[in-house]
């Protein structure tokens, strides 16, 4: 039988988006406690399904408790659960990102969300020499059936360095390579959303494939680690 996300669990958000403030937490805290051990334990279960097909070196779930110091919103928790599930570095990049939210919030999310700034540079540099390989893998029929296109920021017409008018502008111009897929409520909770969640991980192997090998070479192909 396949891990589920309880109904308690976003019945508990829907309650705390309400009553968003320390006493009514400290009061239910107990309860938070039982569900959030639930939920981790279906994350660690997607770490173990991630395992069996991939190689990921660490599982990290955000605590509720958010940062405020720098935040016009000054509600203390977070009304989402949130983990990242980090590829083996060097040799692996990009990462994978599990969000569960009440009233249709949920989603997963791939890909490179803040490259650095030398990755980002060798991702623009590959997509002008020849973006071949990667439009072949945004087009494949599966792939999009599954993920759809890009997301993400990007510049609003050419970075540094790069022609405006290239014909992969498009691709080089953006900041995030990212790829999000949204979930309602009842999908969250249904039998088949465990499977859908490492299935749809599983599918985003091509590209992770394609950008790990850019990243761990330089424009000649020879390899940087």
Same mark, same amino acid.
């Given at each position: ?53 991939? &190689?990921?070196? !660490? ?7 958010? =940062? ?5 919103? %000054?509600?203390?928790? @977070? ?61 494949? &029929?599966?792939? !999009? ?7 993400? =920021? ?5 970075? %540094?360095?790069?022609? @405006? ?61």
């Amino acid at each position: 039988m396949n891990p589920k996300i309880k109904k308690e669990a976003l019945d508990f958000f829907k309650i705390l988006e309400k009553n968003n403030d320390r006493d009514w937490f400290n009061e239910h805290k107990s309860e938070f406690k039982k569900i959030e051990k639930d939920v981790k334990a279906f994350y660690n279960s997607v770490l173990t399904a991630l395992n069996e097909h991939d &190689e990921i070196d !660490k599982l990290k779930m955000f605590r509720i408790y958010r =940062d405020v110091r720098f935040s016009k919103n %000054k509600l203390p928790y @977070k009304t989402h659960f949130g983990g990242s599930f980090h590829r083996t570095k060097p040799k692996l990049r990009g990462g994978y990102y599990l969000h569960i939210q009440p009233n249709d919030e949920s989603f997963i999310a791939t890909g490179f969300w803040e490259p650095a700034p030398a990755d980002l540079l060798r991702i623009r540099k590959e997509f002008e020499m020849d973006a071949t390989e990667i439009r072949a893998i945004l087009k494949n &029929e599966k792939f !999009k059936s599954v993920w759809g296109g890009f997301v993400g =920021d990007e510049v609003k017409t050419a970075p %540094k360095g790069f022609s @405006k008018d290239h014909k992969s502008i498009d691709l080089i111009k953006k900041k995030q390579y990212i790829f999000v897929k949204k979930y309602t409520d009842s999908q969250v909770l249904s039998d088949a959303f465990f499977d859908d969640v490492n299935q749809s991980f599983k599918g985003i192997r091509p590209y992770f494939n394609y950008m790990s090998d850019v990243l761990t070479t330089n424009l000649n192909g020879e390899s940087l680690i």
